[in-house]
DNA sequence: GTCTATACTTTGATAGAC
DNA sequence: GTCTATCAAAGTATAGAC
């Protein structure tokens, strides 16, 4: 299956968001990033900007969500995997020059308070996310509740961490958030 | 001593930039909120939005960690500090409907790869949160290299906390940052 | 249906009246 | 020195040629 016009516009906002923001991008940059004509734009998404946000936050966060199986799986054991997870994004923020982090993030500070449907969409990925931590933890022998309070404390540790190391260019906040969500894991498993 | 023109001009950017993000804030929105005509935001600030910008990264980080103080100088111990500093945290989201969260987060992940010199002054504000809370914990009893390690997992988390907070508006992320945050301290203080 | 050209608004920034 | 009027460029969105 060939990658669509439609895909490589969804592709190329995808990067532009996580480098400079949802407000930060324009449409013109869009498409000239996936060499697509301006007018596909709005032919591919009629509500404009607001449509193709949500479309790309939705798309981005499922991407990510897969690279929980992806570290999980292969895995040994769940706090191996949690482990690895962290180790994995301090080298990608280290290879990119700091410049990827979270897929989300950005715009979900941006719109939180200026557009409803846009934050809509970034809670749904959040909870999507904290949703299949929370069951990979459960799995691992831990009850409900607890399960979900470390999917919550882990996505936080590394949505935090994040923010401070593409700030402070180090990736330290990571090595540190790694520890501490595997710290917490380990005491829950007892 | 009465408040400038200049410092008005700086608080109203600093209440936008939270709201809507650096790039999503216009100039003319911020005079118009700081009531002052459009030509003195460039007599204050003669090299524009990145230096106003600058100075109000500054001005919100320094306003932000004086938060610090308020919280841990009144209370029985650091760990009750840090307790009371998430639970503070998550009542002015709620009251706010989820609009004030960190004054810095929005815009350091917008300029992380956009701006070097706005990357540097969060940084800059980011290092004297670390330093502050890492100098608390140390005062506490604990060894340099402990202290600051909790320092860094207790931001991440609160960075972490208010970004899920936001687009999930819930308080519950918040108030699992905090238990981790407590629980790691407890730990760490033997 | 694909794409170009353009409309209209808003942006950051400046010049110059007062 | 304070403020208004305006600039050139970039913003989103649309109309219509092909």
Redesign the interface.
């Known amino acids: 299956m060939p990658e669509t016009t439609k895909d490589r516009i969804v592709d190329a906002s995808a990067e532009l968001f996580q480098?400079?923001?949802?407000?930060?991008t324009g449409m013109r940059q869009i498409v000239a990033r996936a060499s697509a004509p301006f007018g596909s734009i709005y032919h591919h998404f009629p509500g404009g900007k607001e449509e193709l946000g949500a479309e790309t936050i939705r798309v981005s966060g499922a991407l990510y969500l897969q690279l929980l199986d992806l570290f999980l799986d292969p895995a040994p054991d769940v706090v191996t995997g949690v482990e690895e997870f962290f180790a994995g994004a301090a080298v990608t923020l280290r290879e990119s020059d700091?410049?990827e982090?979270c897929p989300i993030?950005?715009v979900?500070?941006?719109v939180?308070?200026?557009s409803e449907p846009l934050?809509a969409a970034?809670?749904e990925v959040?909870?999507s996310w904290i949703d299949a931590a929370a069951a990979r933890f459960a799995d691992a022998g831990l009850d409900a509740a607890t399960a979900r309070?470390l999917a919550?404390?882990t996505?936080?540790?590394?949505?935090?961490?994040?923010?401070?190391c593409?700030?402070?260019?180090s990736t330290?906040?990571m090595e540190?958030?790694g520890?501490?969500a595997v710290?917490?894991l380990r005491?829950a498993l007892g």
Do not use: N
């Open positions: 480098l400079q923001g949802y407000a930060g700091y410049a982090g993030a950005t979900a500070l941006e939180a308070s200026t934050r970034t809670a959040f909870d309070a919550i404390g996505i936080a540790g590394l949505e935090g961490a994040f923010v401070l593409r700030a402070l260019r330290e906040p540190v958030a520890a501490v710290a917490q005491a």
